[in-house]
């Protein structure tokens, strides 16, 4: 079997250090120096679920030098996906199985725009997982779980089985997009308050005002949530204020907020603006939501 992934940092780092550690024939696609740190020492993953491992894949630049694969990962920020998965092309035939790992609702419309063959499955993975500055992958935390689904049954049976292994937990999702919504939800909340205040969730949960915005961000995204047809739990924004409020370590920002705190290129857009103009569009009233998003987007604009 021939598998590649797309987009080595934290996300596409850890699945594809489960992926080496199970199978032959992985490809990974990097570029510049961490095309060099990967060639020279390898991917190196340092988890606190999987453990130490180390691997040593096919590293290349130029996905179209290694034929038609059989499954591919796609593992980018969803402002690289045009270019991600424009340079994957020549490698997807009929049976090709394209998974993508992205975060937000909108990315498996926007793939299907470009990709005219294979088989899209759409996912949503669960982990606390970055790149450190050698590109070796930092996981914290005791857990790694990844939601799968589409409506091809044979698809999604041949995607859980490449996964569910040691170090990753997968599921086959009975609505996939009730599982993006569920974790979407949670993102346009804990992502837009910790980088609107440029702090972690923790001060937000000491600050009486801050955490009654973070619930209100939780209802408005769930209501969008509604409004586009999507079949959410009653009681789901009380389950994703009430999962925060145990997170034990709370001494931690999210990768929107160290984006815009380093000032680099971020996903506001995707965890808000597309929130916005979707709410826009159905007349669905979400004023902090739509607040925060523009001020993040001035600050930007100012720095730029």
């Keep these: 079997m021939k598998i590649m992934v797309t987009g080595i940092g934290g996300v596409g780092g850890y699945l594809a250090s489960v992926l080496c550690a199970n199978y032959t024939g992985v490809t990974l696609i990097a570029r510049k120096k961490r095309k060099e740190s990967l060639q020279k020492n390898g991917l190196i993953l340092h988890s606190d679920y999987f453990g130490e491992h180390a691997a040593y894949p096919h ?3 130029d996905p179209a030098s290694t034929g038609i694969q059989d499954i591919i990962f796609v593992c980018v920020k969803n402002y690289s996906l045009e270019a991600a998965v424009s340079a994957i092309l020549p490698c997807i035939a009929d049976h090709t199985i394209i998974v993508l790992v992205l975060n937000g609702v909108d990315h498996a419309a926007a793939a299907r725009k470009l990709i005219k063959t294979g088989h899209i499955v759409d996912s949503t993975m669960y982990i606390n997982a970055a790149y450190n500055s050698d590109y070796s992958i930092r996981q ?8 799968i689904g589409s409506d091809n049954v044979s698809c999604n049976e041949k995607v859980y089985t490449l996964l569910d292994h040691p170090g990753l937990k997968c599921r086959i999702a009975e609505d996939i997009q009730v599982e993006l919504w569920n974790k979407y939800i949670t993102n346009c909340a804990y992502n837009v308050i910790t980088a609107y205040y440029e702090s972690t969730i923790g001060e937000v949960f000491k600050n009486p005002q801050r955490l009654t915005e973070f619930r209100i961000l939780i209802e408005e995204a769930y209501a969008v949530g509604k409004g586009v047809g999507v079949n959410l739990d009653a009681d789901l924004t009380d389950t994703i204020f009430q999962r925060v ?5 709370k001494d931690t920002t999210s990768s929107l907020a160290r984006d815009i705190i380093a000032r680099r290129q971020s996903e506001l857009d995707t965890f808000s603006g597309y929130l916005v103009r979707t709410a826009n569009e159905l007349n669905i009233p979400v004023p902090l939501s739509e607040k925060f998003y523009h001020e993040i987007n001035q600050r930007i604009k100012e720095i730029q």
């Design 245 to 249: 409020a145990e997170q034990k370590n």
């Design 140 to 147: 914290m935390g005791k857990f790694a779980r990844i939601f």
């Design 59 to 61: 590293i290349t630049d």
